[in-house]
């Protein structure tokens, strides 16, 4: 038994030279993630690096698939160990905060070249924590009502219309609660931009300040008779199931799914989408290193490829209708002209820019969620 | 080395397992539930009482009435396996009642989440068939979708103990009732169900607390409010990194599942006496 141990682990060392390494990323987010690190980057990598592999890990969707990663950069760094078994993570917006602040995280930016190509505020300040230097956004995702425009010719232009037409036409506006996803979490955030009555400001920059709160009863009473009267879905996917089944003529969704489902043949290619005012929230996906990475250098280079203009347009342009991690000015020049304005049909880059907004500060889009339940689903 | 101890030693594996992947951690959940910041206390389950109130109304009834549906579902599948007159009819219920139990709870929800929606294949169906007009059609996809999956999924696995059960009495007592002129169904409810009793409350109580636990199917047919408790400690993980309440909505349903084993318990100790 012993001779047939000592002969495996002289095998695996003679078979793992000391330059290949396995770089494990783990990912947050659905399925689709794992699709753009399996099918597309990872093999990019792989190629640029031979003899290098990339494994990635799914995490599971939504906020809980980040908080798994988090927990598990928590679990390592209470045992103490030296080398952790993660090389790159993806985690939303609202997890990158914790991880610095909790030291999980290495400062990475400076030290590589595409660290310069980031420009937008949300890559320095990540729902009110500093977190400059320790991410590279992989991607902007946005918040949209998606609507079926043989139902509704006039699309509301801001959620006053919306509570509008929604009265008019009971059942016909569906959206999935805070449970079945952040679609329906965004349109509620928005909702609190929009009739709450503090300052939407503060709830996106902070500080957090419990008086503020209190402010938003009207709001959630509002919300309650309004989703009385709307159709509740289930998830971010069945928002989008039921608006092509004509079971709903509007909902809150992803963008970027929208395209990509609409791409596939998964929704009718007549819906549309529309950014009603005064906005509705969006958020990076940011790519992060842990401090005690097991291939520091080999994670690095990876993120480099992953942010660098030329993965940004052809992957998440082109391949998954994302909007770019990195400043567009670096990205538009590498895709063609048809390629680049189908991110912007139906919303224009004017929209995006005056109603995109974030997501509340974590203390605040907790505190919003609870008050939800507490007021507009019991 | 004594045999004693050899026993000892063989037995402790299991003894650490069931110790460390079980007793341990539900120890843990249970202290947790009670800690709150800065020590011990109920504010956990103040909240899991404000929030969650109707929630938990909701399921122990959505999770009731699925198991009284089962129970009667699998009585008649049991039955008609029993004292079917068909051999043919018989066969092909046989061959067929015991599909379900195979497909995972996450493949059944996925399942009916197309087929019990407003324009879905059930309504299409009825509709193609001149059944009901197209403004007639309502999506399942709420309450009684949950019901529809859960009855759906464990019927088989009781009516699968059940059916054995009645398989194994004693002939002698159908055949004296049949013989008196007493009708099947009679027979059924007066000679049969009587005798498996024990094996259906077995069968009931086992799908009870399985319903308790699925997350898939709340999660993808109705996430709405009120939804069942599982989605809601599953919420309280992933949007709060929240522990606290979600082991103490944990805990209740664990009160739930230990009330209704305590009826068994009592019942069969009475039967016992």
Do not use: C
């Amino acid at each position: 038994m012993k001779t047939i141990l000592q002969a495996a682990l002289a095998i695996g060392l003679v078979a793992s030279p000391a330059t290949a390494a396995e770089l494990t990323v783990l990912t947050a987010g659905d399925q689709n993630m794992v699709d753009y690190i399996n099918d597309y980057l990872g093999p990019l990598f792989e190629k640029e690096n031979p003899g290098n592999t990339v494994r990635v890990v799914g995490t599971g969707p939504g906020d809980a698939g980040s908080q798994k990663i988090t927990e598990r950069f928590k679990a390592q760094a209470d045992a103490g160990s030296q080398k952790w078994d993660t090389d790159v993570a993806v985690v939303h917006e609202k997890f990158a905060g914790p991880m610095v602040t909790a030291g999980y995280l290495e400062a990475y930016r400076p030290k590589i070249d595409t660290g310069k190509m980031v420009t937008r505020a949300n890559a320095d300040m990540a729902l009110g924590s500093n977190v400059s230097g320790y991410v590279m956004p992989m991607f902007n995702s946005q918040t949209a009502i998606a609507y079926n425009p043989a139902m509704v010719p006039n699309p509301p232009k801001s959620y006053d219309e919306l509570v509008a037409w929604a009265k008019e036409h009971p059942k016909q506006f569906g959206y999935n609660g805070i449970k079945g996803g952040a679609s329906g979490v965004s349109f509620v955030m928005g909702w609190i931009y929009a009739y709450g009555e503090g300052d939407a400001k503060k709830l996106m920059n902070g500080p957090f300040d419990e008086a503020e709160t209190k402010k938003w009863d009207k709001a959630f009473a509002g919300l309650k008779e309004f989703t009385a009267n709307a159709t509740l879905t289930p998830g971010n996917a069945g928002t989008l199931d039921m608006l092509s089944r004509g079971e709903i003529a509007m909902g809150p969704v992803w963008v970027d799914m929208f395209y990509s489902w609409q791409a596939d043949g998964r929704l009718p290619p007549e819906l549309k989408l529309v950014l009603p005012a005064p906005g509705m929230p969006g958020q990076p996906m940011h790519y992060v290193i842990p401090a005690k990475s097991p291939n520091e250098a080999l994670a690095e280079k990876f993120v480099a490829l992953a942010t660098s203009p030329q993965v940004q347009a052809e992957g998440i342009v082109k391949k998954f209708n994302w909007y770019p991690g990195i400043d567009a000015e670096f990205v538009k020049p590498k895709l063609d002209e048809a390629t680049w304005n189908k991110l912007f049909v139906d919303i224009s880059p004017e929209d995006l820019a005056k109603y995109g907004k974030p997501f509340p500060i974590a203390p605040y889009n907790n505190a919003i969620l609870e008050a939800y339940e507490r007021q507009t689903a019991n | 080395m004594s045999k004693r101890l050899l026993g000892l030693l063989l037995v402790l594996p299991a003894l650490a397992v069931i110790v460390l992947l079980f007793i341990v951690p539900l120890a843990a959940s249970v202290v947790g539930a009670f800690e709150v910041e800065g020590g011990f206390g109920t504010g956990n389950f103040i909240k899991s009482f404000e929030l969650y109130r109707a929630d938990t109304v909701f399921t122990v009834l959505i999770v009731s009435l699925s198991t009284l549906l089962i129970g009667l579902f699998s009585i008649a599948i049991g039955g008609y396996l029993t004292l079917g007159e068909n051999p043919r009819a018989v066969a092909i219920l046989r061959w067929l009642y015991r599909w379900p139990m195979f497909i995972p709870f996450i493949v059944v929800g996925q399942i009916l989440r197309t087929f019990l929606a407003k324009n879905g294949l059930m309504n299409n169906l009825l509709i193609g068939a001149g059944v009901i007009t197209p403004m007639q059609a309502t999506a399942f996809l709420d309450w009684r979708g949950i019901v529809i999956a859960f009855v759906w999924k464990q019927v088989p696995f009781v009516a699968l103990l059940v059916a054995g059960a009645m398989a194994s009495i004693d002939r002698g007592t159908i055949e004296a009732a049949r013989n008196l002129g007493a009708s099947r169904l009679r027979i059924l409810i007066e000679i049969v169900v009587p005798q498996v009793a024990t094996t259906l409350l077995v069968g009931l109580i086992l799908s009870f607390v399985t319903m308790m636990s699925v997350l898939s199917v709340p999660l993808m047919i109705n996430a709405q409010s009120p939804t069942m408790l599982t989605a809601d400690i599953a919420f309280r993980i992933n949007a709060y990194g929240d522990y606290g309440v979600a082991n103490a909505l944990g805990l209740i349903s664990l009160v739930i599942t230990s009330g209704v084993a305590w009826i068994y318990l009592r019942h069969t100790m009475k039967e016992r006496a």
